[in-house]
């Protein structure tokens, strides 16, 4: 158990709608990254938030959005969701460590299983 | 900016046989290095991790790396395979404290009995 949770572990929806996944960090952890898993296109790296602030950007579409709450829980939003957005969609959590300490993180949540039909 | 090439996007090997799995990575500060396991429906779990400190890292389940600054490369081996070691392997690379960490595109491991 990495102590990140995310919730729901598995959505089926339909073709132009909206969802929300959300992901609770470690606790004391305060950067938070968002990834997708599908088949064609690997693990790519969303976006990144830390303490409340967008920290990075990666591939991540205009119809996705996320934010990060005072206490430090995560929401990814898709809308207008196409078949090809059918993904896990993993969270991860890090926080502050020491450098050289050899406490590196981040840990990675179970993900939720998207399916859009 | 960080990247990282797996060479082989499947590999077998037969149970009992030394394991190889492929990383090279780019990157314009000092890496910190990744290999993630992720079993059939399954998340990802570390592997083994290389922060700057020795160069031949070891990690759980028996696998290890090296980490090569001249060749930049951190290959991950494990002298004999077992079955249950059949999954996918990520490579992966982060510019440091608090970075973002860039995935390769895996490499699938299957066992031969």
């Known amino acids: 158990d990495s102590g990140v949770t995310q919730t729901p572990k598995h959505l089926i929806t339909a073709t132009g709608q909206r969802v929300t996944l959300r992901c609770s960090p470690r606790?004391?952890?305060?950067?938070v990254y968002w990834y997708q898993q599908s088949l064609d296109q690997g693990l790519q790296f969303l976006i990144q938030?830390?303490?409340?602030?967008?920290?990075a950007k990666g591939n991540i579409l205009e119809r996705f959005s996320a934010q990060q709450f005072p206490d430090l829980h995560s929401e990814l939003n898709l809308s207008s969701l196409e078949l090809g957005d059918s993904a896990l969609y993993f969270c991860?959590?890090?926080?502050?460590?020491?450098?050289?300490?050899?406490?590196?993180?981040?840990?990675f949540g179970p993900g939720t299983r998207l399916t859009v039909l | 900016a960080q990247s990282v090439t797996q060479l082989g996007s499947h590999v077998s090997v037969s149970e009992g046989a030394l394991v190889l799995l492929r990383c090279n990575y780019s990157?314009?500060?000092?890496?910190?290095l990744f290999w993630y396991v992720q079993y059939p429906n399954q998340g990802l779990q570390l592997l083994l991790k290389?922060?700057?400190?020795?160069?031949l890292v070891k990690g759980i389940n028996g696998f290890e790396a090296e980490f090569k600054k001249s060749e930049t490369s951190f290959h991950l081996t494990k002298p004999s395979a077992h079955m249950s070691d059949a999954a996918e392997y990520f490579c992966?690379?982060?510019?440091?404290?608090?970075?973002?960490?860039?995935f390769g595109k895996g490499t699938r491991l299957h066992i031969l009995p």
């Open positions: 991860a959590s890090s926080g502050n460590w020491v450098e050289g300490s050899g406490n590196i993180r981040p840990f």
């Open positions: 990157s314009s500060v000092p890496p910190y």
């Open positions: 606790s004391g952890d305060l950067s």
């Open positions: 290389y922060t700057s400190a020795a160069t």
């Open positions: 938030y830390y303490n409340g602030e967008e920290r």
């Open positions: 992966a690379v982060s510019g440091g404290r608090d970075d973002k960490i860039i």
